[in-house]
């Protein structure tokens, strides 16, 4: 890789100035209309051609030359976090959810590191083009958190606006030293699906349950009865979470209630064991129901995530890259997470590698840093973002460095 | 019993009105103003001495000479239930319950006709002091729905205020037909329990579970537990029912949330039973706690009926006066009802019998009138008010009457 | 009732007799070979027409002259216990099981009481026809400990073969205090059914839970779940009781096995509820199954006790009878037993009433007698069984007593 | 590797013999007599020095020289199984349990193969001594199947009778393609535990479970709380298995028994989880042994497996040596098993690494080859100790040769 593909102390600068920006005006998913017009700003600034994508995404294209075209993507999307963390620049920004209720606002899971850094990357590539050949297409994806942006951009034809890459690259900031970075071969994180249930009982009054069909005993033998899914249905070796993350049931002590609201969230690694836990959920609800001589229940999908894989022999590829920019001791193989993430959306959408990493953010000197989505999560953002443009730089330049 | 113990045709028809005012005009447990303010100018009209107790409660006394004292009990509120009858006269009352909100309001449980019933029979008694001897007290009683108005009359000195009956009566109606009664010898409804539980557990997100105590899991389990208290710890002849009216925790599908509430409703129809149930319910809630490595749950009291014990002798007494009443095949032995009351308090406070009977407020004729709490329930209320009105004056005649 | 239908001294001599050689006799149910050649050497002794039904059944008829005719039961099996009471005159008595295994036998139940009290009763008849009028059929019932005796008697044409009698009267003997008398109108004893299930599931090794379908967790939750039968879906008043007393499942710990076996015994009091709990026993064994994605189970019947339902007014009368005979504070109304007999099939078989009461046995100054089906079970027979022929007499008095 | 360390036409003969004899002469666990004294018959042929260790284990040592010391283990018992392979070779042996119940016996995991390979190596190397120099520890080991072989061995002073090796190699036959191998880096088997645990009630009778404690019931909620220990109480990711085996309760279904006795088989990868699991199991038995209000349960160890760690550096240098022996493609690196293996305290004992790793058996072309501890379990055995020979030598060779 040339050296040419290294920030300036100029660049650096703005990429702080990015940063301390994005902090304090955080948007909730699918709503960054600020941020999305942020990013327009810079990268007219920095002369790349761009366009937006999905409502709120933005999508800049840097062609310089003949050479692979690959994609790098960065998620723009805030939470509805009151920021605890004290910083000068914390966010106190409102939005308002879907029925209108204000909620506070918070980077709480560092997405304005991953713009930050990306607007970093671009100048770099912007700049020194006799560094580089080829097409790097930035995407700036909204609503991660939802998991509804991903598939938004596709959905507004991603690929057919955007030359289609060969690979797509992604990162994400986490709570471990500044300056090291995490991969994970294959399966990297969790597909997610959340399901809301809706047990459909028969009301009676609390002294007399023989006129009553209970949706709250229907619904304490399910949640014990979806235990088993996890304990005997997988193999022990398939990680799988089935977590019941609601449960709603009735007004009054002595009023046995028609109904019961239970949502489930689900965490798998593949494909197959999604579809064995998903069916094993409505054979269980379905027949638990036939149990309590109940209505068929009601199953809906609140959102799912997909699977994040990465291309094995890419993903090596990077691994490489990235060691070779941080040192090989700062490059670690590590297990999948649980968590869920949709990037693995837009190269599985065309068939292409996808390769997704995680770099750190924390001061290497604090012992315990605050996780992602805590209102105490403040990465070092000077070294965060040292790290994020560095990664990203090695990462693309891998591709069409020279 | 003297013929002149019967309402005349002027007292049926102030009856009738005083239902009809009653029933348009409902008030809350324990917020029962107007009536009570009603109950006054009515028993000042008829000349009878009379005094608040408990708050929204009235003691009317008839003193006539030389005989038994005894005491009639009348309860008087209503309920937050929006009157579906479509009658002429049915209530388009408002109320507010302690958080503010505004509910409409009925007389669902028929409390208007009790009250209405116990002012014909003081008008009667008022009007025919040659037809009996005694002293009779009318026991105007608030708050029965929440269980608070028997033990606030006796909190605020009841028998202290009043004489000191030898008998408690009082009475209820019942969709069954007018003109007949039902009585229960001994046990005659259930002691109730009403109990709130709340399970602490320890937040996670929903993909990690190792780092929760699940209280939804916590709550499933203790749940189908509770279950074997009615089917193994007691014997299978002892009524009990342990329901679950309520169970609430978490707001998002992924996280697990740190608490549940559930809340209990218990019947039992001895104290040793209650107290049995009571103590299994400790034991399992604390035990699963424990099986689940979470911290001590909090019980707490809601509120608690006491029993309601038929003195088996002055029940048979009554029983018989009733059948002269109405004939014997319109008196009915029945089983004892899960449903509570708090009238029983009256009588026990003092350690005297208490006899309640059961009268009859449906047109024969009609197949499948609606339930008491139903926003149908409409008793007929010319047969209701006459069937309400000769209970009572029979049951107390046999003991006043000469 | 005619004072000559007493015992005389001889009389009792005789019972006493009896009853201690059928004491030390005991045969099991359906095997009462030598125990109906005695019974038959009796009734040929006392000149009564007899004749054997339903195997090891005896039948004795006597008629003497217009009048009523009823029918007097007296079971005649005992149990495999290994008798532990000490008596002089102790069972040592072996038999064979169905399988050819040998164990010790015991009247544990006291039939040898009802036996020898109803040969006493008819020796009394026999003697003393002139204290009496019409026709009295002896029903010497075999196997009631298994529910079988008394319909292999009805599948064997009894009342084809007997008179068919207007009542059917029987007693039992239990260890209160001898010269009392308990009864229990309409439901005295309850409906026993008991049922074999067998779960199917799919063997696996225990390290590989995803290729079993595992018995022992369906188990689990099939048990837990019919716990709600009793609490959720019967009127809290029904007494009904759902007992697994066994189950069975796999060799070795770590082998998932492919099947598990457990029985249910069920008590109620009426047919009703009866119907209701089998229907809901059935309802969720299959639908934990189809939880489990396991094959249909399967559930056969071990055997049932009917009901055993005392006609009111035919109590009643027999009641005053008894009461005449013993004392009213001797005769006690009851609330019904949760066990079971098959007497009830008697008249119900035909349509005519049953009467059944329980007799004291036990040495009133006994503080804690010894239970039925216990090894130390033993009355003290002087007192058992004068209590049993007087009341036998007693109720059979009531209708051909002049 | 030299050429030197490859079997001859001779000593691949003598594998096959020793294997057809082997086959044919199963035995129990720790009854392995006959085949220890055949193993030091060959020793002793082969001039090498031995000694036994452990009642039925088998040491040779070959010293050769300077160089590193290593061992190499092979176990050697069969299974209580009926051979139903049909081959020429089959067992007919029988042998007894400790209770004296005769039965038939099979080397149904493949553990002839172990030893016959094990042999065809150390005839390899004690001719062909010019091609090594070291000292090789040849550990004929017993009673692998139920865990008591390596302790037996070690608890007689294995390793200050042998001299102390640097590693610790291991193989076993599956039934995968002959020539092929599979290695696990770390954890590559499980620890298993087994457990048994009796619970304590009261009995009664079915029809009054008042009176009982329902050891069935309280042991049906300990099954299904149990599995909440995989599905909420580990981090998804770690494998782990909790089974139960095996469920026996009660003798009668009307009678509520005393006690239930269940057996569990843990399985886990590493000793923190399994600290883990082992502590919510008593934690929950525990528990709801106090939910039921029942005295406390007994769980006692049956027997359990130690870690199969393999030593990350050591097993990648096999894995090389083993990929020179069979080809690259022939070689690959698999997930660990939850099955479970003793080798691994060998090692452990004494602080040295081990290595372990698992070699075909099966003809290529079967598409179905039966599993271990199937009654069809048959290795194609001149492809399989072909594999064996060449797998030891080269894992051996590694170390020693030259």
Request: aromatic share 6%.
């Amino acid at each position: 890789m040339s050296h040419s593909l290294k920030p300036t102390a100029d660049i650096q600068a703005a990429v702080h100035a990015d940063y301390l920006h994005l902090h304090a005006n955080p948007e909730l998913s699918m709503q960054e209309h600020q941020t999305a017009a942020y990013i327009e700003s810079r990268l007219a600034a920095l002369g790349i051609e761009h366009f937006r994508c999905g409502g709120t995404g933005v999508v800049g294209v840097l062609r310089n030359g003949p050479g692979p075209v690959i994609a790098f993507r960065a998620d723009s999307d805030g939470l509805p976090i009151k920021e605890a963390t004290g910083a000068e620049y914390a966010s106190t920004a409102v939005g308002q959810l879907a029925d209108g209720t204000e909620v506070p606002l918070m980077h709480g899971c560092g997405h304005d590191t991953h713009v930050a850094s990306a607007l970093g990357a671009a100048a770099v590539l912007a700049q020194g083009t006799e560094g580089w050949s080829g097409t790097v297409v930035l995407v700036f994806q909204p609503g991660e958190e939802t998991g509804a942006g991903a598939a938004a951009m596709l959905a507004d034809g991603l690929w057919d606006k955007a030359p289609v890459p060969e690979v797509v690259l992604g990162q994400h900031v986490f709570p471990f030293a500044a300056g090291t970075i995490h991969l994970t071969p294959e399966s990297a994180m969790a597909l997610a699906d959340s399901l809301e249930i809706t047990l459909h009982g028969t009301q009676a009054h609390g002294s007399q349950p023989q006129d009553s069909i209970d949706p709250i005993v229907l619904g304490a033998h399910i949640i014990t009865r979806l235990q088993t899914i996890t304990s005997r249905e997988l193999d022990p070796r398939d990680a799988a979470v089935v977590t019941c993350g609601s449960f709603h049931a009735g007004l009054k002590e002595n009023i046995i209630p028609d109904r019961a609201v239970f949502t489930l969230n689900i965490r798998t690694l593949t494909e197959a064991v999604r579809e064995k836990v998903l069916a094993a959920v409505t054979r269980i609800v379905t027949a638990e129901a036939a149990a309590s001589a109940a209505p068929q229940p009601e199953i809906t999908t609140l959102y799912r995530f997909p699977r994040l894989f990465n291309d094995p022999e890419q993903t090596g590829n990077v691994a490489t890259a990235l060691a070779s920019e941080f040192g090989e001791d700062r490059v670690k193989l590590v297990a999948p997470l649980m968590g869920s993430e949709d990037f693995g959306a837009l190269g599985d959408a065309i068939g292409v590698p996808n390769v997704f990493w995680m770099f750190g953010g924390a001061d290497p000197s604090d012992p315990a840093p605050a996780g992602n989505h805590s209102p105490f999560f403040l990465p070092e953002y000077r070294g965060a973002l040292d790290t994020g443009v560095r990664a990203a730089l090695a990462g693309i330049g891998h591709y069409v460095g020279c």
